[in-house]
């Protein structure tokens, strides 16, 4: 199965400034379709994950321009350009590409 | 708006068995393949069973394979999980997924 690895396990942001989170697979999320399955979700304080970003780079629905998404292959990236208070929670990156979905270990974000 | 509602948690003695339900609407759900995710404090998310739209098509994880079982009615816009033979390790929170949308999860505990 395609293991997904996250980094770092836990963010403390202050408001206003911005945050990163990697996520590295083990095998190519490329489908031969063209498509690279490779989603977030921000699962906050007792709520069920929400979509954030799927395939890659597009925001879904709802979603702040302040999230955006990035990479390629095998390495992403989640970016935050402004965290606000509203931002807490655990992020997850998730594949698609082949069953078993895989999720990353999850990255707490706190605010300082 | 989407709605994924799931119901059939409860305490369980390992061994036996428990079913699990998610009631769907805001969506076309016969178009859409469904699935049942996990969560617990320990493991995070762990994928468990997938099934197509058509029903022609069902996937589990190696840890479940043979216990559990997938299913759907899409004339009552329903996903199903049959869980025989609970372990320990089962205990978690299980959510009903659409690739974008999650329930709020239904609770299993397994202990005798």
């Known amino acids: 199965e395609i293991v997904m690895t996250q980094s770092p396990l836990s963010l403390s942001v202050t408001p206003g400034q911005p945050a990163s989170i990697s996520c590295k697979s083990t095998?190519?999320?490329?489908?031969?379709?063209?498509?690279?399955?490779l989603y977030w979700y921000l699962q906050k304080p007792g709520q069920s994950p929400q979509l954030l970003i799927h395939?890659?780079?597009n925001r879904f629905s709802g979603v702040p321009d302040r999230f955006s998404g990035s990479g390629s292959g095998t390495d992403f990236t989640l970016k935050i350009s402004r965290v606000e208070a509203e931002d807490v929670g655990v992020y997850y990156c998730?594949?698609?590409?082949?069953?078993?979905?895989?999720f990353g270990q999850g990255t707490k974000v706190e605010i300082k | 708006e989407v709605q994924l509602v799931e119901s059939g948690g409860g305490l369980v003695q390992p061994g036996r068995s428990l079913r699990l339900s998610c009631v769907a609407s805001?969506?076309?759900?016969?178009?859409?393949?469904m699935h049942w995710v996990r969560q617990t404090p320990g493991k995070g998310l762990e994928w468990v069973a997938g099934?197509?739209?058509?029903?022609?098509?069902?996937a589990y994880a190696d840890s479940v394979k043979g216990r559990f079982t997938i299913s759907r009615d899409n004339a009552r816009n329903s996903l199903y999980l049959q869980m025989n033979g609970l372990r320990v390790e089962d205990m978690a929170l299980y959510f009903c997924?659409?690739?974008?949308?999650w329930g709020r999860g239904t609770l299993v505990t397994v202990s005798s």
């Open positions: 997924v659409n690739g974008r949308d």
């Open positions: 805001g969506f076309a759900f016969q178009d859409h393949g």
């Open positions: 099934i197509s739209a058509k029903s022609d098509y069902a």
């Open positions: 095998q190519s999320l490329l489908q031969s379709d063209g498509e690279t399955y």
């Open positions: 395939e890659v780079a």
């Open positions: 998730m594949q698609s590409k082949e069953l078993p979905w895989t």
